[in-house]
T-cell receptor, first 117, second 111 residues
Framework: GAGVSQSPSNKVTEKGKDVELRCDPISGHTALYWYRQSLGQGLEFLIYFQGNSAPDKSGLPSDRFSAERTGGSVSTLTIQRTQQEDSAVYLC???????????????FGQGTRLTVV | GQQVMQIPQYQHVQEGEDFTTYCNSSTTLSNIQWYKQRPGGHPVFLIQLVKSGEVKKQKRLTFQFGEAKKNSSLHITATQTTDVGTYFCAGPGNYGQNFVFGPGTRLSVLP
């Protein structure tokens, strides 16, 4: 596709339910990132996938959060037993190569706004 | 761990005034990037700086990378209402993994 696509764009769920957020990166991009942004706040790093390497999960806030990237393309972020503090915009981004590489910029999707009620 | 800080957190200016945001990293960066996020939107890449002391310009925007490659600045000359948004700096994380974003500077421009 032309850009990074995320679905759904909005998700309202009840506390305790599980949710899955999907990200379709730009074709050919080896790196994929998930960030979380609470209202009026900065970007909180969650997880990073680079090619076939083991993902960097150091930003996941708890074991209720997990993510996978199938076939080096589509990624799914799963939040189990959602809590109200999980409410935020979840942003996915992709880049051609790793950030340490010159001329590598992150392309962001529109995000999924998650509301836990 | 690596930290990227930005000041100020908020800036309100009158249209036509200049604006500057500063970014500081706790570690030396191989490169630094700047992004702009409009209200309700997602971050959009503005520029990448690589060389020590590098200065780049995009119309009314001037970006600078410090000599020690630990700090950077974004200066907007004669702000316009279209400049409203949050400006983030970002650098490669530890071992070059992921992007570490600063907390952002939110710019408001009063017409």
């Amino acid at each position: 596709g032309a850009g990074v696509s995320q679905s759904p764009s909005n998700k309202v769920t009840e506390k305790g339910k599980d949710v899955e957020l999907r990200c379709d990166p730009i074709s050919g991009h080896t790196a994929l990132y998930w960030y979380r942004q609470s209202l009026g706040q900065g970007l909180e790093f969650l997880i990073y996938f680079q090619g076939n390497s083991a993902p960097d999960k150091s930003g996941l806030p708890s074991d209720r959060f997990s993510a996978e990237r199938t076939g080096g393309s589509v990624s799914t972020l799963t939040i189990q037993r959602t809590q109200q503090e999980d409410s935020a915009v979840y942003l996915c981004a992709s880049s051609v190569q790793a950030p340490r590489t010159v001329n590598t910029e992150a392309f962001f999707g529109q995000g999924t706004r998650l509301t836990v009620v | 761990g690596q930290q990227v800080m930005q000041i100020p957190q908020y800036q309100h200016v009158q249209e036509g005034e200049d604006f500057t945001t500063y970014c500081n990293s706790s570690t030396t960066l191989s490169n630094i990037q700047w992004y702009k996020q409009r209200p309700g939107g997602h971050p959009v890449f503005l520029i990448q700086l690589v060389k020590s002391g590098e200065v780049k310009k995009q119309k009314r925007l001037t970006f600078q990378f410090g000599e020690a490659k630990k700090n950077s600045s974004l200066h907007i000359t004669a702000t316009q209402t279209t400049d409203v948004g949050t400006y983030f700096c970002a650098g490669p994380g530890n071992y070059g993994q992921n992007f570490v974003f600063g907390p952002g500077t939110r710019l408001s421009v009063l017409p």
